[in-house]
């Protein structure tokens, strides 16, 4: 990857961790449409995450709280943006992307057109130690939707 390619990426982050996109005040109610919720801690950093799915009549809502490094709060952003513009069973192809990218090492390259700004984080998967970082919100993620769509099921 060229230096100009991996300062765009660092560039990215750190726009999402400014400006994050999804950060607000969780609603734990599901008063539009089915919901799941899942609370995430990295142990190794203390970077924790409060995140929520609502599957209503406008798609796939996902809404989150944290605290925790520019890695883990960007990341969540990221995700966040992706699930506005793609249907559940979308995301669950991108998150395992996402995911597949995160334990490449830096070996692969990134499908940009699937991962969209998830892409700036093929360089965090050259450091073992910020790929929990990254996968924090992912991971929340993945456990929300399947207690939504689990609760969906159920009606």
């Known amino acids: 990857m060229s230096t100009q390619m991996q300062q765009l990426y660092q560039q990215v982050i750190l726009d999402h961790s400014r400006s994050r996109i999804g950060n ?11 919901h799941g919720y899942s609370h995430q801690v990295n142990p190794t950093c203390g970077d924790e995450i409060e995140l929520e799915t609502e599957l209503g009549s406008d798609g796939l809502i996902v809404r989150w709280t944290g605290d925790g490094c520019s890695i883990s709060m960007a ?3 990221v995700l966040s ?5 793609s249907t559940p069973e ?5 998150e395992a992307k996402f995911h597949e990218l995160m334990h490449s090492r830096g070996t692969m390259e990134p499908d940009e057109e699937a991962l969209g700004d998830a892409a700036a984080f093929t360089g965090v998967s050259k450091f073992p130690a ?7 919100a992912w991971m929340a993620f993945k456990d929300a939707l399947g207690q939504a769509q689990s609760s969906l099921e159920e009606k």
């Open 90 to 94: 979308q995301m669950l192809e991108i």
């Open 24 to 34: 607000s005040a969780l609603r734990r109610d599901a008063a539009d449409g089915p």
């Open 75 to 77: 990341s969540a952003s």
């Open 130 to 136: 910020r790929i929990k970082c990254a996968l924090l």
């Open 81 to 85: 943006e992706l699930a506005a513009e």
